[in-house]
Protein backbone atom coordinates (compact mmCIF):
# COMPACT_ATOMS: atom_id res chain seq x y z
CA UNK A 1 0.00 0.00 0.00
CA UNK A 2 1.11 3.62 -0.92
CA UNK A 3 1.17 6.00 1.46
CA UNK A 4 -2.38 7.20 2.15
CA UNK A 5 -2.09 10.67 0.47
CA UNK A 6 -6.31 11.10 0.98
CA UNK A 7 -5.70 12.05 4.39
CA UNK A 8 -4.56 15.56 3.59
CA UNK A 9 -7.07 15.59 1.03
CA UNK A 10 -10.56 15.15 2.84
CA UNK A 11 -11.20 15.53 5.73
CA UNK A 12 -14.15 13.45 8.20
CA UNK A 13 -16.45 15.76 7.04
CA UNK A 14 -15.79 16.41 3.29
CA UNK A 15 -15.06 12.60 3.50
CA UNK A 16 -19.01 12.12 4.26
CA UNK A 17 -20.53 15.02 1.78
CA UNK A 18 -17.96 13.26 -0.50
CA UNK A 19 -19.34 9.83 0.07
CA UNK A 20 -23.23 10.62 -0.89
CA UNK A 21 -21.57 12.66 -3.66
CA UNK A 22 -20.51 9.17 -5.00
CA UNK A 23 -23.21 7.05 -4.41
CA UNK A 24 -26.01 9.36 -5.79
CA UNK A 25 -24.56 10.55 -8.89
CA UNK A 26 -24.05 6.59 -9.68
CA UNK A 27 -26.89 4.90 -8.81
CA UNK A 28 -28.78 7.97 -10.87
CA UNK A 29 -26.81 6.94 -13.53
CA UNK A 30 -26.89 2.90 -13.33
CA UNK A 31 -30.43 3.20 -13.36
CA UNK A 32 -30.47 4.83 -16.20
CA UNK A 33 -28.07 3.28 -18.35
CA UNK A 34 -29.44 -0.26 -17.58
CA UNK A 35 -33.37 0.90 -17.27
CA UNK A 36 -33.46 0.26 -13.73
CA UNK A 37 -36.51 1.30 -11.20
CA UNK A 38 -35.39 1.75 -7.55
CA UNK A 39 -37.16 -0.51 -5.27
CA UNK A 40 -37.56 -1.36 -1.28
CA UNK A 41 -35.61 -4.29 -0.51
CA UNK A 42 -35.78 -6.79 2.61
CA UNK A 43 -33.35 -6.54 5.37
CA UNK A 44 -34.35 -10.25 6.35
CA UNK A 45 -36.35 -13.39 5.12
CA UNK A 46 -37.49 -16.55 6.23
CA UNK A 47 -34.95 -19.11 5.44
CA UNK A 48 -37.66 -21.76 3.90
CA UNK A 49 -38.39 -19.16 1.39
CA UNK A 50 -34.77 -20.18 -0.30
CA UNK A 51 -34.79 -16.48 -1.12
CA UNK A 52 -31.26 -15.72 1.06
CA UNK A 53 -28.25 -15.94 -0.28
CA UNK A 54 -26.20 -19.05 0.71
CA UNK A 55 -22.96 -17.32 -0.31
CA UNK A 56 -19.79 -19.48 0.06
CA UNK A 57 -21.65 -21.52 3.14
CA UNK A 58 -21.46 -18.94 5.19
CA UNK A 59 -24.17 -18.83 8.28
CA UNK A 60 -26.34 -15.87 7.92
CA UNK A 61 -26.86 -13.89 11.41
CA UNK A 62 -30.45 -14.53 12.40
CA UNK A 63 -32.99 -13.73 14.78
CA UNK A 64 -36.41 -14.89 16.66
CA UNK A 65 -39.52 -12.97 16.54
CA UNK A 66 -40.57 -13.85 19.75
CA UNK A 67 -44.49 -12.66 19.18
CA UNK A 68 -44.87 -14.72 16.59
CA UNK A 69 -42.36 -17.40 16.71
CA UNK A 70 -40.55 -17.19 13.77
CA UNK A 71 -37.28 -17.35 12.93
CA UNK A 72 -35.52 -15.08 10.05
CA UNK A 73 -32.50 -14.51 8.44
CA UNK A 74 -30.46 -10.87 8.12
CA UNK A 75 -29.66 -10.70 3.81
CA UNK A 76 -26.66 -11.85 2.70
CA UNK A 77 -27.55 -11.04 -1.02
CA UNK A 78 -30.48 -10.37 -2.92
CA UNK A 79 -29.70 -12.48 -5.66
CA UNK A 80 -32.57 -14.42 -5.67
CA UNK A 81 -35.11 -11.88 -3.85
CA UNK A 82 -34.53 -9.45 -6.60
CA UNK A 83 -35.85 -12.30 -9.67
CA UNK A 84 -38.83 -13.75 -7.86
CA UNK A 85 -39.39 -9.83 -7.30
CA UNK A 86 -38.99 -9.02 -11.12
CA UNK A 87 -42.17 -11.36 -11.82
CA UNK A 88 -44.05 -10.00 -8.73
CA UNK A 89 -44.15 -6.65 -9.61
CA UNK A 90 -44.81 -7.35 -13.57
CA UNK A 91 -42.10 -6.06 -14.85
CA UNK A 92 -41.72 -6.35 -18.51
CA UNK A 93 -38.78 -7.77 -20.65
CA UNK A 94 -35.40 -5.22 -20.57
CA UNK A 95 -36.92 -3.46 -17.77
CA UNK A 96 -35.21 -3.90 -13.83
CA UNK A 97 -34.88 -3.04 -10.57
CA UNK A 98 -31.94 -2.03 -8.07
CA UNK A 99 -32.18 -1.81 -4.74
CA UNK A 100 -29.69 -0.58 -1.71
CA UNK A 101 -28.75 -4.00 0.35
CA UNK A 102 -27.63 -3.85 3.61
CA UNK A 103 -25.74 -7.00 5.17
CA UNK A 104 -23.86 -8.12 7.93
CA UNK A 105 -21.16 -10.96 7.35
CA UNK A 106 -20.59 -12.05 10.75
CA UNK A 107 -17.81 -14.71 9.50
CA UNK A 108 -15.93 -12.57 7.53
CA UNK A 109 -12.60 -11.86 7.55
CA UNK A 110 -11.97 -7.96 8.48
CA UNK A 111 -8.99 -6.20 6.87
CA UNK A 112 -8.75 -2.64 4.60
CA UNK A 113 -11.65 -3.81 1.64
CA UNK A 114 -13.49 -6.50 4.30
CA UNK A 115 -15.78 -5.24 6.94
CA UNK A 116 -18.73 -7.43 9.00
CA UNK A 117 -21.43 -4.12 7.05
CA UNK A 118 -21.68 -5.20 3.48
CA UNK A 119 -23.67 -1.87 1.23
CA UNK A 120 -23.87 -2.51 -2.24
CA UNK A 121 -26.50 -1.84 -5.35
CA UNK A 122 -28.10 -5.00 -6.01
CA UNK A 123 -29.90 -4.81 -9.22
CA UNK A 124 -31.51 -7.35 -11.64
CA UNK A 125 -33.15 -6.76 -14.96
CA UNK A 126 -35.23 -9.12 -17.56
CA UNK A 127 -34.27 -10.33 -20.73
CA UNK A 128 -34.53 -12.95 -22.94
CA UNK A 129 -34.35 -16.20 -23.16
CA UNK A 130 -31.73 -15.93 -26.43
CA UNK A 131 -29.79 -13.06 -24.51
CA UNK A 132 -28.59 -15.90 -21.94
CA UNK A 133 -24.70 -15.68 -24.22
CA UNK A 134 -21.68 -14.59 -23.59
CA UNK A 135 -22.45 -11.24 -26.24
CA UNK A 136 -25.03 -9.81 -23.94
CA UNK A 137 -23.07 -10.47 -20.53
CA UNK A 138 -19.98 -8.74 -22.34
CA UNK A 139 -22.56 -6.15 -23.64
CA UNK A 140 -23.98 -5.51 -20.09
CA UNK A 141 -20.83 -5.19 -18.31
CA UNK A 142 -19.80 -2.28 -21.08
CA UNK A 143 -22.51 -0.48 -19.69
CA UNK A 144 -22.00 -0.42 -16.25
CA UNK A 145 -18.17 0.55 -17.04
CA UNK A 146 -19.44 3.39 -18.39
CA UNK A 147 -21.20 4.58 -15.79
CA UNK A 148 -17.76 3.79 -14.05
CA UNK A 149 -16.27 6.34 -16.43
CA UNK A 150 -18.70 9.04 -15.98
CA UNK A 151 -18.74 9.05 -12.51
CA UNK A 152 -15.01 9.33 -12.72
CA UNK A 153 -15.04 12.03 -14.87
CA UNK A 154 -17.83 13.86 -12.36
CA UNK A 155 -15.78 12.96 -8.80
CA UNK A 156 -12.63 14.96 -10.87
CA UNK A 157 -14.87 17.66 -11.60
CA UNK A 158 -16.50 18.08 -7.79
CA UNK A 159 -12.48 17.40 -6.55
CA UNK A 160 -9.84 18.59 -8.82
CA UNK A 161 -6.90 17.46 -6.51
CA UNK A 162 -8.30 13.73 -6.53
CA UNK A 163 -6.12 12.17 -9.51
CA UNK A 164 -7.74 12.91 -12.98
CA UNK A 165 -7.76 9.33 -14.48
CA UNK A 166 -7.26 6.06 -12.70
CA UNK A 167 -9.53 3.55 -15.12
CA UNK A 168 -8.56 2.65 -18.84
CA UNK A 169 -10.95 3.80 -21.89
CA UNK A 170 -12.02 0.47 -21.83
CA UNK A 171 -12.72 -2.61 -19.92
CA UNK A 172 -10.43 -5.44 -20.89
CA UNK A 173 -12.20 -9.10 -20.24
CA UNK A 174 -10.69 -12.33 -19.93
CA UNK A 175 -11.75 -15.84 -18.77
CA UNK A 176 -10.83 -17.44 -15.51
CA UNK A 177 -9.17 -20.62 -17.34
CA UNK A 178 -7.46 -17.99 -19.88
CA UNK A 179 -5.93 -16.08 -16.89
CA UNK A 180 -4.68 -19.29 -15.44
CA UNK A 181 -3.72 -20.28 -18.20
CA UNK A 182 -1.73 -17.08 -18.85
CA UNK A 183 -0.31 -17.06 -15.26
CA UNK A 184 0.50 -20.92 -14.23
CA UNK A 185 1.38 -21.65 -10.81
CA UNK A 186 -0.02 -18.49 -9.51
CA UNK A 187 -2.74 -18.06 -6.75
CA UNK A 188 -6.66 -16.30 -8.20
CA UNK A 189 -5.79 -13.50 -6.47
CA UNK A 190 -2.22 -13.11 -7.77
CA UNK A 191 -3.33 -13.36 -11.00
CA UNK A 192 -6.34 -11.28 -10.55
CA UNK A 193 -3.48 -8.44 -9.01
CA UNK A 194 -1.34 -9.60 -11.90
CA UNK A 195 -4.13 -8.74 -14.86
CA UNK A 196 -5.75 -5.76 -13.37
CA UNK A 197 -2.14 -3.90 -12.55
CA UNK A 198 -1.50 -4.79 -16.47
CA UNK A 199 -4.82 -3.77 -17.91
CA UNK A 200 -6.56 -1.31 -15.11
CA UNK A 201 -10.02 -2.98 -15.55
CA UNK A 202 -11.07 -6.25 -15.86
CA UNK A 203 -13.62 -7.98 -16.06
CA UNK A 204 -12.91 -11.89 -15.75
CA UNK A 205 -15.67 -14.48 -16.84
CA UNK A 206 -16.55 -17.45 -16.20
CA UNK A 207 -16.47 -18.43 -12.42
CA UNK A 208 -17.28 -21.29 -9.85
CA UNK A 209 -16.76 -24.44 -11.77
CA UNK A 210 -13.36 -26.09 -11.48
CA UNK A 211 -10.26 -24.52 -13.91
CA UNK A 212 -8.05 -27.09 -15.74
CA UNK A 213 -6.06 -27.35 -12.50
CA UNK A 214 -8.75 -28.78 -10.38
CA UNK A 215 -9.68 -25.38 -8.73
CA UNK A 216 -12.46 -23.21 -9.27
CA UNK A 217 -11.01 -18.76 -9.38
CA UNK A 218 -13.19 -18.32 -6.74
CA UNK A 219 -16.55 -20.44 -4.66
CA UNK A 220 -19.80 -18.87 -6.18
CA UNK A 221 -23.04 -20.52 -4.90
CA UNK A 222 -24.86 -22.95 -7.21
CA UNK A 223 -28.37 -21.51 -7.42
CA UNK A 224 -28.32 -17.98 -8.86
CA UNK A 225 -25.38 -17.34 -11.57
CA UNK A 226 -24.86 -18.96 -14.57
CA UNK A 227 -21.65 -20.05 -13.86
CA UNK A 228 -20.53 -20.35 -17.63
CA UNK A 229 -21.91 -17.04 -17.69
CA UNK A 230 -21.02 -14.60 -15.02
CA UNK A 231 -18.60 -12.53 -13.70
CA UNK A 232 -15.97 -10.28 -11.47
CA UNK A 233 -15.42 -6.15 -12.52
CA UNK A 234 -12.08 -5.45 -10.89
CA UNK A 235 -9.74 -2.52 -10.85
CA UNK A 236 -6.18 -1.61 -9.89
CA UNK A 237 -6.59 0.20 -7.09
CA UNK A 238 -3.16 2.34 -6.97
CA UNK A 239 -3.87 3.34 -3.26
CA UNK A 240 -4.21 0.12 -2.14
CA UNK A 241 -1.21 -1.08 -4.82
CA UNK A 242 -3.78 -4.09 -5.13
CA UNK A 243 -6.77 -5.23 -7.57
CA UNK A 244 -10.11 -4.20 -5.68
CA UNK A 245 -13.51 -6.18 -6.87
CA UNK A 246 -16.41 -3.83 -7.40
CA UNK A 247 -18.93 -5.82 -8.76
CA UNK A 248 -20.13 -9.73 -8.74
CA UNK A 249 -22.42 -9.82 -11.66
CA UNK A 250 -24.09 -12.61 -14.47
CA UNK A 251 -26.67 -14.15 -16.28
CA UNK A 252 -28.79 -16.24 -13.81
CA UNK A 253 -29.52 -19.71 -14.16
CA UNK A 254 -31.92 -21.51 -15.90
CA UNK A 255 -33.83 -24.73 -15.18
CA UNK A 256 -31.24 -26.89 -16.78
CA UNK A 257 -28.06 -24.94 -15.61
CA UNK A 258 -29.59 -24.73 -11.95
CA UNK A 259 -29.92 -28.59 -11.76
CA UNK A 260 -26.44 -29.09 -13.16
CA UNK A 261 -25.05 -26.73 -10.65
CA UNK A 262 -26.81 -28.12 -7.30
CA UNK A 263 -25.57 -31.83 -8.45
CA UNK A 264 -21.84 -30.74 -8.93
CA UNK A 265 -21.90 -29.11 -5.49
CA UNK A 266 -24.51 -31.89 -4.08
CA UNK A 267 -26.72 -29.35 -3.43
CA UNK A 268 -29.64 -30.98 -4.78
CA UNK A 269 -31.69 -30.53 -1.29
CA UNK A 270 -32.47 -27.19 -2.22
CA UNK A 271 -34.32 -28.07 -5.52
CA UNK A 272 -37.11 -28.51 -3.19
CA UNK A 273 -37.60 -24.65 -2.12
CA UNK A 274 -40.21 -22.43 -3.82
CA UNK A 275 -37.45 -20.48 -5.65
CA UNK A 276 -36.12 -23.45 -7.43
CA UNK A 277 -39.14 -24.91 -8.45
CA UNK A 278 -40.01 -22.03 -10.08
CA UNK A 279 -36.83 -21.87 -12.40
CA UNK A 280 -37.31 -25.54 -12.50
CA UNK A 281 -40.81 -24.76 -14.19
CA UNK A 282 -40.02 -21.68 -15.58
CA UNK A 283 -42.14 -19.83 -13.81
CA UNK A 284 -39.49 -16.16 -13.23
CA UNK A 285 -38.14 -14.59 -16.07
CA UNK A 286 -34.95 -15.18 -17.58
CA UNK A 287 -32.28 -11.90 -15.85
CA UNK A 288 -29.47 -10.92 -15.62
CA UNK A 289 -28.00 -9.21 -12.28
CA UNK A 290 -25.68 -8.33 -9.82
CA UNK A 291 -24.17 -6.80 -6.93
CA UNK A 292 -21.66 -3.26 -7.11
CA UNK A 293 -19.72 -2.25 -3.87
CA UNK A 294 -20.91 0.80 -2.55
CA UNK A 295 -18.15 1.49 -0.05
CA UNK A 296 -15.76 -0.35 -2.61
CA UNK A 297 -16.79 2.69 -5.12
CA UNK A 298 -16.68 5.31 -2.39
CA UNK A 299 -12.77 4.07 -1.74
CA UNK A 300 -11.69 3.82 -5.28
CA UNK A 301 -12.62 7.37 -6.08
CA UNK A 302 -12.10 9.07 -3.02
CA UNK A 303 -8.33 7.81 -3.05
CA UNK A 304 -8.86 5.92 0.35
CA UNK A 305 -7.01 3.02 1.88
CA UNK A 306 -9.30 1.22 3.86
CA UNK A 307 -12.59 0.75 3.97
CA UNK A 308 -13.20 2.22 7.44
CA UNK A 309 -12.94 5.42 6.12
CA UNK A 310 -15.89 5.28 4.15
CA UNK A 311 -18.61 3.52 6.15
CA UNK A 312 -18.39 2.95 10.03
CA UNK A 313 -18.12 -0.14 11.33
CA UNK A 314 -16.50 -2.17 14.00
CA UNK A 315 -12.90 -2.89 14.31
CA UNK A 316 -10.54 -5.97 15.70
CA UNK A 317 -7.21 -4.43 17.51
CA UNK A 318 -5.31 -5.52 14.43
CA UNK A 319 -7.23 -3.24 12.37
CA UNK A 320 -7.32 -0.57 14.53
CA UNK A 321 -3.22 -0.56 15.17
CA UNK A 322 -2.84 -0.99 11.05
CA UNK A 323 -4.83 2.63 10.93
CA UNK A 324 -3.20 4.24 13.91
CA UNK A 325 -0.35 3.27 12.28
CA UNK A 326 -0.84 4.49 9.03
CA UNK A 327 -2.09 7.64 10.24
CA UNK A 328 -5.66 6.26 8.52
CA UNK A 329 -8.46 8.17 9.85
CA UNK A 330 -11.77 5.61 10.13
CA UNK A 331 -15.22 7.28 10.35
Known sequence: MRNNSSATKLDLRETQIAIKSVKDYFQRDLANTLNLQRVSAPLFVRPETGLNDNLNGEKAVDFYLKHYGINVEIVQSLAKWKRNALKEYKFNKYEGIYADMNAIRAEEELDEIHSSYVDQWDWEKIIDKSDRNKEYLYLTVKEIFSVFKRTEEYINQTYPYILSKKLPDEIFFITSQELEDLYPGKSPKEREKLICKDKGAVFIMGIGENLNS??????????????????DILFWDEVLDNSLEVSSMGIRVDENSLKSQCELTNT???????????????????????????????MFFLEKSHIGEVQVGVWDENNLNYCRENKIKLL
Open 268 to 298: TDRLKLKYHQDILKANLPYTIGGGIGQSRIC
Open 214 to 231: GKPHDLRSPDYDDWKLNG
